[in-house]
């Protein structure tokens, strides 16, 4: 994913282009680059690594009044300048910027024997709007984009036209809006200064000018443009008294929960389900990348408890090409925090066209999962800026939590609602009682780390392991306990050490053979447990007691999980590692 500004308007310097694009340096940050026409001249400036390197090499209040900006993730081509966008014809014509990816771009290069400095699709598609001699640019850009296999949300200016900004969309998101000094263009809508704004849909081009939109479908017949309006536009993000949003955003896990509970009555569910939708339903099936993929295996585990329908959550980026089989009867939730992760997208696409009952389980309403289902539940995280989902996560289990009760309830089980919801509450004030000097104590100084567990401490595990590598670097794995011995053993050695976590009484003697069988191979060991007295510590073995006393079993994982999302931020900072902008990572993934 990467993150697209644009502006065009009154005379305006050049900071407010270079920090509306640091609002969106979450979305990619290992080079960035602006383009502009100041008054006389064209100018383009990048550099690789973060925003901070572009702003040594600009300068902020030179004056500007039409101009772009692009910050990468890299997923097409290596963290080089030649790669960084904009991107510039051969002969300096066109100049592009692009999030999505051009999946025949080799194809194209080779058929039109185009020649680009970098290796990106991005480059090929600027050369190639030179290789189009006949029609206004706008033509040119539709013929271009009808040519093109894959996502794209491009933004184009030509060197001849300096009074407009072209633009074009399939699949990536990008969005406009008018503003009081002029119009401004966005891969995310927390940019803008309005609370409306607009979009195009697939396959639209068009072009703004300081006074003019213009949105065309294929066929250049003029269309309107969608309005959106954007609800949480106060609750944007900044990092207030904190050093990093990854510590702020765990901070407001437990005001979340409780805000989740005072949403989620039986009439807002009501409302928002219209009718039974779990009638005829036979297996529920959930889907989602990353941490809310493991959000909805705690999802599945919930639903197989209580309600005894089958149901099982998948990778999203496996699905399509694991030969599923989807039958009218089942039901399919999506989650996803930024609502714009392509892999999920296109799962719920495929699932739409087979006429499946779909549910989007996402923080971001306007995103274009919401867009694309008739059914969405908010998780009411507020936004999460910092790449390691934290908050976002635990938003995602309340919610699967409390759709679970409300599922029994229509499945015509007598429950109290209200009092079950109120578990969700306790485990937030446990949350908020974790403490965080202790935790900042417990160092993992190793070379690899394992993440073990047994049933719903498995799926714990899974996030934390997934948690501890992407902000730390450290080599972190994460194995169901009772499967160590079928392979994993053989890694386990004086180097390693093995976090555990036990929220499961019953399962205590299981995990215990766990913890012999890895000392045994002098690995190191540390146990989270929410039982004192329950292992035995020793030279090789450290016990940390986790109090959840007062919890219900389902709502445990919720403690379990903001314990490892602190183990994983201190580790992090004490490695003086940036935990909201870790490496090779980006905010929402927005290509396949
Ligand atoms: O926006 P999404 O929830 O769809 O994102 C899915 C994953 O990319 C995301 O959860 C990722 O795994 C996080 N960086 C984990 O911290």
């Known amino acids: 994913m990467c993150g697209i500004v644009g502006y065009i308007g009154k005379e305006n310097e050049i900071s407010t282009l270079f920090y509306g694009l640091k609002k969106l340096e979450y979305r990619g940050y290992d080079s960035s680059?602006?383009?502009?026409?100041?008054?006389?001249?064209?100018?383009?400036?990048?550099?690789?690594?973060?925003?901070?390197?572009?702003?040594?090499?600009?300068?902020?209040?030179?004056k500007f009044s039409c101009g772009i900006g692009h910050t990468r993730w890299a997923t097409n081509g290596a963290v080089i300048l030649e790669n960084t966008h904009p991107v510039i014809s051969q002969s300096g014509e066109w100049i592009l910027i692009h999030n999505g990816i051009i999946e025949n771009a080799e194809e194209l290069k080779q058929r039109y024997k185009i020649e680009t400095l970098g290796n990106t699709d991005s480059e090929i598609v600027a050369n190639l709007l030179?290789?189009?001699?006949?029609?206004?640019?706008?033509?040119?850009?539709?013929?271009?984009?009808?040519?093109?296999?894959?996502?794209?949300?491009?933004?184009?200016?030509?060197?001849?036209?300096?009074?407009?900004?072209?633009?074009?969309?399939?699949?990536?998101?990008?969005?406009?809006?008018?503003?009081?000094?002029?119009?401004?263009?966005?891969?995310?809508?927390?940019?803008?200064?309005?609370?409306?704004?607009?979009?195009?849909?697939?396959?639209?081009?068009?072009?703004?000018?300081?006074?003019?939109?213009?949105?065309?479908d294929a066929n250049l017949k003029l269309i309107s443009p969608k309005k959106y309006i954007f609800k949480n536009k106060e609750e944007l993000g900044n990092k207030g008294k904190y050093e990093h949003f990854m510590l702020k955003e765990i901070k407001e896990t437990p005001e979340r929960?409780?805000?989740?509970?005072?949403?989620?009555?039986?009439?807002?569910?009501?409302?928002?389900?219209?009718?039974?939708?779990?009638?005829?339903?036979?297996?529920?099936?959930?889907?989602?990348?990353?941490?809310?993929?493991?959000?909805?295996?705690?999802?599945?585990?919930?639903?197989?408890?209580?309600?005894?329908?089958?149901?099982?959550a998948y990778l999203a980026s496996e699905y399509k090409s694991s030969r599923q089989v989807i039958n009218k009867d089942d039901l399919f939730i999506f989650?996803?925090?930024?609502?714009?992760?392509?892999?999920?997208?296109?799962?719920?696409?495929?699932?739409?066209?087979?006429?499946?009952?779909?549910?989007?389980?996402?923080?971001?309403?306007?995103?274009?999962?919401?867009k694309l289902s008739?059914?969405?539940?908010?998780?009411?995280?507020?936004?999460?800026?910092?790449?390691a989902s934290t908050k976002a996560y635990s938003c995602q289990v309340a919610v699967f939590y409390?759709?679970?009760?409300?599922?029994?309830?229509?499945?015509?089980?007598?429950?109290?609602?209200?009092?079950?919801?109120?578990?969700?509450?306790?485990?937030?004030?446990?949350?908020?009682d974790l403490n965080e000097e202790e935790i900042q104590n417990i160092s993992i100084c190793?070379?690899?780390?394992?993440?073990?567990?047994?049933?719903?401490?498995?799926?714990?595990?899974?996030?934390?392991?997934?948690?501890?590598?992407?902000?730390?670097?450290?080599?972190?794995?994460?194995?169901p306990i009772g499967e160590l011995k079928h392979g994993s053993l053989a890694v386990i050695d004086d180097c390693s050490k093995s976090l555990i976590f036990l929220?499961?009484?019953?399962?205590?003697?299981?995990?215990?053979?766990?913890?012999?069988?890895?000392?045994?191979?002098?690995?190191?060991?540390?146990?989270?447990?929410?039982?004192?007295?329950?292992?035995?510590?020793?030279?090789?073995v450290e016990s940390y007691f986790l109090n959840c006393r007062g919890l219900s079993s389902e709502t445990m994982p919720l403690v379990f999980t903001v314990f490892a999302q602190y183990l994983a931020y201190f580790n992090c900072i004490a490695r003086n590692l940036n935990p909201d902008q870790p490496r090779n990572l980006a905010k929402s993934v927005t290509v396949e």
């Open 33 to 62: 680059g602006l383009a502009f026409f100041n008054g006389k001249n064209f100018k383009c400036v990048k550099s690789v690594g973060n925003m901070d390197r572009l702003k040594t090499k600009l300068n902020l209040s030179e």
């Open 130 to 216: 030179e290789k189009k001699i006949a029609g206004s640019s706008l033509e040119k850009i539709r013929d271009v984009c009808s040519e093109l296999k894959g996502s794209w949300a491009f933004l184009i200016l030509n060197r001849n036209e300096e009074n407009r900004i072209y633009i074009a969309k399939r699949k990536s998101p990008i969005y406009f809006c008018d503003s009081e000094s002029g119009k401004l263009i966005s891969s995310d809508p927390i940019c803008f200064p309005s609370k409306e704004y607009f979009s195009m849909y697939d396959n639209n081009i068009g072009f703004i000018e300081k006074d003019k939109i213009a949105v065309y």
């Open 257 to 312: 929960i409780n805000k989740i509970c005072e949403k989620y009555t039986e009439d807002y569910l009501e409302k928002i389900f219209k009718k039974n939708i779990l009638s005829s339903v036979k297996f529920i099936k959930i889907i989602g990348c990353g941490s809310a993929y493991h959000s909805g295996l705690m999802g599945a585990y919930y639903f197989r408890k209580n309600l005894r329908i089958e149901s099982e």
């Open 335 to 370: 989650v996803s925090q930024s609502g714009e992760t392509a892999d999920t997208i296109e799962c719920l696409k495929m699932v739409r066209r087979r006429g499946a009952k779909t549910i989007v389980l996402t923080n971001v309403l306007e995103s274009s999962m919401a």
């Open 374 to 387: 008739s059914v969405v539940l908010p998780i009411y995280a507020g936004p999460e800026i910092a790449v």
């Open 402 to 432: 409390i759709l679970t009760k409300y599922f029994k309830k229509l499945l015509g089980e007598e429950i109290d609602f209200e009092k079950e919801k109120d578990k969700l509450l306790v485990a937030a004030e446990k949350i908020s």
């Open 446 to 479: 190793c070379e690899k780390v394992f993440f073990l567990g047994k049933g719903k401490d498995y799926i714990t595990s899974l996030e934390a392991s997934l948690k501890f590598k992407e902000i730390t670097y450290i080599n972190s794995q994460c194995c």
């Open 503 to 540: 929220s499961s009484k019953k399962l205590g003697k299981k995990v215990l053979n766990g913890v012999h069988e890895i000392t045994s191979r002098k690995g190191k060991v540390l146990v989270i447990s929410a039982f004192q007295g329950l292992v035995k510590t020793s030279d090789k």
